[in-house]
């Protein structure tokens, strides 16, 4: 299980932005290049570098008015995905 | 008739000069090197960014050549961070200094992809013909990690270097990389002119191919490989530039705006300056970019291939240089009538075949 402490923060290198003439979200990485599914974006939007797994679930929660443990291990899976990928450090 | 208009471009692979320091036999610029004289203007290219971003352009590519013999540079990534173009420099480093690094780290520069010609001075001043490039390329290699940038080390593989694979592995590993590219030389310009001296036996290949697995399996979780075999060994052909307009536009030190870097070599194919043109207009509506756009130029066996949207037919200047018609399928595929070719090639190909250093 990934542990809920962990503080997720984009890989160096790794830039998350919204690009207005697709009018979507994007994410720039050495070489590479995401556009990244609704359900990241909502993720993605919430890492700051500062915030653990546990709050952005919680906040994540709380925006989409969804129970905790609904969408707990979604948002863990999501994170470890982009970490995979090398877009996110935890 | 005219095209749907397309979608925007990913990334701009801004060519900024041809002049390098370096010589390299398997250099893809082409065989008439533009002189800086005929080079954009710092203008131009600030003009160019401009034009990008507003396209929807995401990340610029500056390459040449050595983008580094480009005195202004700095301006240049300076405007690409203002636009919020990711910026990515293709450099040998050789010229990347103490002060050049801090330059291009407070201009806002994202990331550099590191050449290396060998793991050893001896291969790497055979083939670049720059003495002592090698230790230049080290300490250019711990400047961009004590910058806290990523690091990509790239190795350019050939018949003469392809038995140290492993050792180039080591060191990419020892400067820090979090990427690697294995990419076997493609054989455009100057790789094309010394393609008998460099491509390497199907021996070489597989061996390499097994060192880059084993050692991928190995550092799983540290960095990433990425390994690029030689076309003329190749079933399928690669996605050229992602398809011909589809995602990249180069444009060429002059300002040619080019839908793959060696389409200058295509006969009566008009191509559109950004000296005359915006590249929003070059990318919707020039003849150029829309010659090979999409499928419907495609003859067979492309036509009626399944892979056709995936592959894109393969390169069109690969195609001209091996059949001399640019409109055919790429050799490389196996469904090509002209495949046959290929073998034809690596059986020339030989060690000490003469190899003739870039101008």
């Known amino acids: ?90 | 008739m005219s095209a749907p208009h397309p979608a925007p471009p990913m990334a701009l692979l801004a060519e900024l000069t041809h002049r390098c320091p370096l010589k390299c036999f398997y250099c893809s610029n082409p065989l008439e090197l533009v002189r800086a004289s005929g080079e954009l203007r710092t203008e131009d290219w600030l003009r160019v960014l401009d034009e990008a971003a507003a396209i929807g352009i995401l990340q610029v590519h500056f390459s040449g050549g050595e983008p580094m013999a480009r005195k202004d540079l700095v301006t240049l990534v300076r405007h690409a961070a203002k636009l919020q173009l990711y910026s990515n420099l293709i450099t040998s480093g050789v010229l990347l200094t103490d002060e050049a690094m801090a330059e291009l780290l407070e201009a806002g520069i994202d990331h550099i992809q590191l050449s290396f010609q060998d793991s050893e001075q001896q291969g790497a001043e055979f083939i670049g013909g720059y003495k002592g490039a090698q230790a230049k390329k080290m300490d250019a290699a711990r400047r961009i990690k004590n910058a806290g940038l990523p690091l990509t080390t790239n190795f350019v593989i050939h018949r003469h270097n392809a038995d140290r694979v492993g050792a180039m592995i080591e060191l990419g590993a020892e400067l820090g990389s979090s990427r690697i590219e294995i990419a076997h030389t493609q054989y455009y310009g100057w790789g094309l002119l010394n393609r008998d001296g460099l491509l390497p036996s199907r021996e070489q290949l597989d061996r390499t191919s097994e060192v880059v697995e084993e050692a991928r399996a190995r550092l799983k979780g540290v960095l990433t490989i990425d390994y690029v075999i030689p076309d003329y060994y190749a079933a399928r052909p690669k996605a050229c530039m992602g398809g011909w307009g589809n995602r990249f536009m180069n444009i060429s030190p002059t300002g040619k705006a080019l839908p793959c870097h060696a389409a200058e070599t295509i006969p009566d194919l008009a191509l559109p300056s950004v000296r005359d043109h915006s590249i929003g207009d070059i990318w919707a509506h020039s003849e150029a970019f829309q010659k090979f756009r999409g499928t419907e130029w495609m003859p067979e066996p492309c036509q009626s291939c399944d892979r056709r949207e995936i592959d894109w037919g393969g390169c069109r200047c690969q195609a001209l240089a091996l059949t001399g018609r640019a409109d055919v399928a790429d050799p490389v595929c196996e469904k090509s009538a002209d495949h046959a070719l290929l073998a034809g090639f690596i059986e020339q190909a030989d060690i000490n075949a003469p190899l003739k250093a870039r101008g």
């Open chain 1, 1 to 90: 299980m990934s542990e809920e402490s962990v503080v997720p923060r984009l890989a160096p290198g790794v830039k998350f932005r919204f690009d207005a003439v697709r009018d979507a979200w994007v994410l720039l990485a050495p070489e590479k290049l995401f556009m990244p599914d609704e359900h990241a974006v909502e993720v993605l939007k919430l890492v700051d570098g500062t915030s653990t797994l546990a709050a952005l679930i919680d906040q994540l929660a709380a925006t989409f008015d969804a129970p905790r443990e609904m969408i707990a291990e979604d948002v863990a899976m999501m994170v470890r995905d982009l970490a995979d990928k090398g877009v996110l450090r935890l």
